[in-house]
């Protein structure tokens, strides 16, 4: 009978938890205080005549005040500090996700999770062992509690990244899954993400999906004023998606049947091609907005030439197939929309002024290549870098301190930025449309990523885990699935000291991505 077990975290059966309807579906809502996790749960909110819901947040100020409307309406106990308060189909375990306790407390009883919990970027690169404890380890715990319930029936929705598949500059700037997974250099919340992923797609979860989530557009423009904003190449293609539609995938994924060929695979997420911009044409756009020119705002040579993230891809299509998200979803137009409309009364003013005012425009460009400036020459800034001699940071993002200098001005030799410019297609080593695969084409695939496949056996099932190695002789257990389909090798190759050189020289597969990067 669903439920009881006789390995249990609890030494007690299962039974759903207090003010909870057993009737309805119970949702797991990690990394609900995030911008795609709060874009969910109001949308699960608007359905608690369906759904109850679990969230499992830190007892921040923050978070206590985001989430105590909602703990009124349900007429949720309020409580200091840690522990667990629920009623009317709210649950909230005041806690930690890398708290092993806290997660199980969290995933008893659940149908779903949907997991948006994340530490992102900027901060996961400066706390690499925080973002691993989020990012990997509290991903383990809610694997683990899932099986140790119901593996079979409950449904795990991940979060993943467009940051694993690492640098995708042209001619390499359209991608898809099964496109090689290897996070750009320092890059420590691809690194966490990807074993994440891993985690999921080895796991006996019998119904989960991971999406690949893209650069989501948040309006609130000054939050991205960061030293990252300098490690992203003028010239990256970005297939973007707003919040609110992230939102909406997350709760079309509700929708999905058991029965469904929907489980069990990776998924590009976008917001599809009216979307797509680049990052020049992204600058262009925001700075206009704000009634001055990005050239007088910041020079060129603050932006690395390489070693981000970020590409159009050729497959988003696929799980709006599924889920027809697309559908009544949100363009760039309607982002610049949310972004004009998010802006201070003062700084719709202040940017009337700059248009009509030249000297007043100057006067704004100068403040503002001033305040960027400094930006670059705070931590993890390029200017930085530089001034310091970072041979690693330099050769990363610029490949040499020459070609930082012999980076051109705004109005010379601009690299192209037509969207419809020829790719090259990566090869995924093995034929792609072959229905039945064997073991000869898996040890074909073993090959062309410079490695072996050392099981001697297979079953012929893509989810039936083996043993292979790489090119530097790591030993590793990933499924068919993960390596051919998925675009996952080694997971000891993505972590320092990323000797990406040697990989180029001895991996046909990978040296399709690095090769480009001029290393």
Known sequence: MRGVHTKSFYKYP?????????????????????????ETFKLLWEQRDRYDIVLLQRPSGSNKKLFRKYEKEAGVPRIHGNGVTQGNGLKIVWGD????????????????????MALISP?????????????????????????????????????????????????VHVGRVGDPILPS????????????????????????????????????????????????????????????????????????????????????VSGGHSCRITFLEFLERVYGMLGIDYRKAMDRNWFALKNFHMQFFEDAHILNDYLNHWEGGQTLEDYFIEVWNSLSLPMKFLAGINRHVPPVRRMVEKFTWLKLKKTTQKKDGTLRWIRL???????AFYGSMEDFHNIAGWDEALPSLDHNMDYIRLDHGYDEQKANLDIHDLRKAARFRGGRLLSEQWDGNLNTSLTWSCCQNHTFRLTPYSVLKAGHWCVECVDPPWNYDYIAEHSDYFSQILAPRTL
Not at 18 to 32: D, Q, R, T, Y
Not at 97 to 107: G, L, P, S, Y
Not at 191 to 218: D, P
Request: net charge negative; aromatic share 10%.
């Open 14 to 38: 299962f039974h759903y938890p207090e003010s909870m309807n057993k009737h309805k579906s119970i949702v797991f809502l990690p990394g609900a205080s995030g911008s795609m996790g709060f």
């Open 97 to 116: 996700a890398t708290n092993r306790k806290d997660v199980f407390e969290a995933c008893r009883g659940i149908d779903w999770c949907l997991c948006c």
């Open 123 to 171: 901060e996961a690169d400066r706390h690499p062992e925080e973002a691993c404890r989020v990012n990997t380890n509290a991903i383990r715990y809610i694997i683990e509690a899932i099986e140790e319930q119901d593996p079979e029936h409950i449904r795990l929705v991940y979060i993943g990244t467009i940051a694993e598949y690492g640098d995708r500059l042209p001619p």
């Open 185 to 268: 250099i320092y890059d420590m919340y691809a690194n966490s993400k990807i074993k994440g992923e891993l985690a999921v797609m080895e796991s006996g979860i019998r119904h989960w999906v991971s999406l690949r989530q893209t650069f989501i557009m948040i309006p609130d423009l000054f939050s991205l004023l960061d030293p990252i904003m300098f490690h992203q190449p003028i010239n990256s293609f970005m297939e973007t998606i707003t919040a609110k539609d992230s939102g909406r995938v997350m709760i079309k994924c509700l929708e999905i049947p058991d029965d469904s060929d929907f489980w069990r695979n990776c998924y590009n």
């Open 389 to 395: 001699n970072d041979e690693g940071k330099i050769k």
